[in-house]
């Protein structure tokens, strides 16, 4: 048969990250589809955008599809489109077919400018893709006869919403096209993150989400998540990141999941969860505090802490239950948290996008992300931006340029902040030194942009220095800050440095001259350590950054053990131990 050969196809934006569409896609027809006219295959290719449009190029053309699909978002637009422009020269017959968020919205003018496109489906996939397989692999009908598509002639109609139930496992595999229920091996996935949704749809209405759009919440059975999470768990999988929207929209559904992954923990799987936190309850918690360390992660969009902002964006959150619920996990010590902000969200200045980032930089998250407004296609805030003065890229990510209330040189400070508190915070790396430096500016704000304006007097920004030296830089800057704490800084820096790693080279910046060979052996002995520990002398407390907010040195220098071989399972930090008396 002509078109017998269909290749779905993902690029996805780092080699870690997989596609989950195509995967769904195959697994829905493999499941409902199993018999299938001879010598008609569905076929796998995954790619990213760092390999070379060339490469992926040729190998499409040596699998010689008859039919290719590729699966599109903000990240991997520019190179379909690079392919979009050459494949029709290297395989003439080849029918092209898009799907995905990108191309969702605007369809109509998509088609329009790459006439080479057989067509588009529209919204969720699964079915639309199971009846353009039967169109090409049967040869009957037409497909205007099949809704969700976009083609040359126009828009075949809408298709109803997938029932989620039906779904079955997107890493199902069958065999010589019979249907079975087994599951690969997932050996493909080493090193990898696999994707998992319980649940489709939002019930919440941002304005700069795509989500907005399907309010309709559709529950998985849980009995059926449960089985599908065991695979995972069976598998030890590192790492599933749900996909749903808001995972815990729904208490109940939400409650059953973690207390599943809870009782059937094995040790190894990380699970991460997009949640908002101000509705978490004391059920969940209650579960949540007694979890293995690293167990889950939670990904918590806090956006703005502006209520005008959150009103026009049609956010409804309850700052102050979101930080006392974040304070609140914290003191678990056992559970990652991500914090998002935005930039670019309306009635949000330089100065109140300042007051939004100290009030959740307060809140001790482990990583703070500063993202940046993407006026995506089809959402409610591209038809707002007009009124709201937003300019923003006519590439992907369409990222914000200016507001009515940010300037484009305000965002670019903005920038700068960003990479600081990427490199310095979110590292993990200076977790000790931070806070002390900190308190010498009038906020936390103003800290990472002072640094950043340090960076770019410096010229940091255009030969970003190696992780290493970015101690030393970060000294430099804090003598500048202030100049009679030399000693302290360099403290702070040095037991940071050895809490991550025992250092083969030592620091230039340490302050201190190593212990000799013969003393630090006899400490490790007394203390009963491995001989993989390290010891350091310190004259400052530097373990203890609240009693640094007044520094005084110590009456005498004091000895600090850390352990390599016992390390925090959540920070990955060495065990440290304060030697007192004569360790000291």
């Known amino acids: 048969m002509k078109h017998s050969q269909v290749l779905l196809v993902g690029i996805n934006a780092k080699y870690i990250h997989s596609t989950p569409a195509i995967y769904s896609l195959r697994a829905y ?14 076929l796998l290719s995954e790619y990213t955008i760092n390999q070379p449009t060339t490469s992926i190029l040729a190998d499409l053309y040596l699998q010689r599809p008859d039919v290719i699909a590729f699966s599109c978002y903000i990240w991997n637009w520019e190179v379909v489109r690079e392919l979009l422009a050459e494949l029709p020269k290297l395989l003439p017959d080849t029918a092209l077919w898009l799907g995905g968020p990108e191309v969702s919205f605007h369809s109509d003018k998509i088609i329009q400018t790459y006439p080479q496109l057989s067509g588009i489906m529209v919204g969720e996939g699964e079915e639309t893709f199971m009846a353009l397989l039967k169109y090409y692999w049967e040869g009957t009908g037409t497909l205007t006869d099949i809704p969700g598509l976009v083609c040359e002639t126009g828009f075949t109609g809408e298709r109803a919403l997938t029932d989620i139930n039906r779904l079955p496992f997107p890493y199902s595999y069958k065999e010589e096209f019979s249907f079975k229920e087994e599951f690969s091996s997932l050996e493909e996935f080493d090193h990898r993150i696999l994707y998992y949704e319980s649940q489709r749809g939002c019930p919440f209405a941002c304005t700069y989400c795509l989500s907005s759009i399907d309010k309709s919440v559709r529950l998985r059975d849980l009995e059926t998540v449960k089985r599908e ?46 949640i908002a936190a101000d509705l978490l309850t004391q059920e969940q918690l209650a579960v949540m505090k007694d979890m293995r360390p690293g167990l889950i992660q939670l990904e918590i969009g806090v956006q703005s802490t502006n209520e005008a902002t959150l009103r026009a964006i049609r956010r409804h959150t309850d700052i102050d239950r979101l930080r006392d619920t974040v304070v609140q996990i914290n003191s678990y010590h056992n559970i990652h948290q991500h914090l998002d902000l935005i930039a670019g969200l309306p009635f949000e200045d330089y100065d109140t996008f300042a007051r939004s980032f100290d009030m959740v930089y307060a809140m001790a998250p482990h990583e703070l992300q500063l993202g940046f407004l993407k006026v995506l296609k089809g959402s409610p805030m591209e038809a707002q931006a007009v009124e709201y003065g937003i300019a923003y890229s006519e590439k992907p990510p369409y990222e914000v340029l200016y507001t009515k209330w940010l300037s484009f040189d305000e965002l670019l400070r903005l920038k700068g902040i960003e990479e ?11 977790t000790y030194t931070l806070p002390v430096l900190a308190a010498q500016y009038p906020s936390p704000f103003r800290m990472y942009e002072a640094l950043a304006d340090y960076y770019r007097q410096n010229g940091y920004f255009t030969r970003t220095p190696a992780r290493a030296y970015r101690y ?12 009679a704490l030399r000693q302290l800084f360099a403290e702070l820096l040095t037991f940071d440095l050895y809490l991550r790693e025992n250092a083969k080279s030592r620091p230039t910046f340490a302050p201190r001259e190593p212990l000799d060979r013969k003393s630090l052996n006899r400490l490790l002995e007394q203390a009963g350590a491995p001989k993989t520990a390290h010891i350091e002398r310190f004259t400052y407390p530097v373990w203890n950054t609240a009693a640094l907010v007044h520094p005084v040195p110590l009456d005498a220098p004091v000895c600090v053990l850390f352990d390599y071989e016992n390390r925090d399972a959540l920070t990955h930090n060495a065990r440290f131990v304060v030697l007192h008396g004569e360790f000291s």
């Open 229 to 274: 999470l065991r695979i995972f768990l069976d598998k030890r999988v590192p790492q599933v990141k749900f996909i749903d929207r808001t995972f815990n929209c729904n208490a109940a559904h939400a409650l059953e999941i973690w207390q599943f992954i809870k009782e059937n923990d094995n040790g190894v799987t990380n699970f991460h969860f997009e």
């Open 420 to 430: 600081m508190v990427s490199l310095y915070y979110n590292s993990g790396q200076f």
């Open 29 to 42: 027809a493999d499941a409902y589809y199993p018999v299938r006219p001879d010598g008609c295959t569905l």
């Open 472 to 483: 030393q830089i970060l000294l430099d800057f804090a003598c500048r800050t202030a100049p």
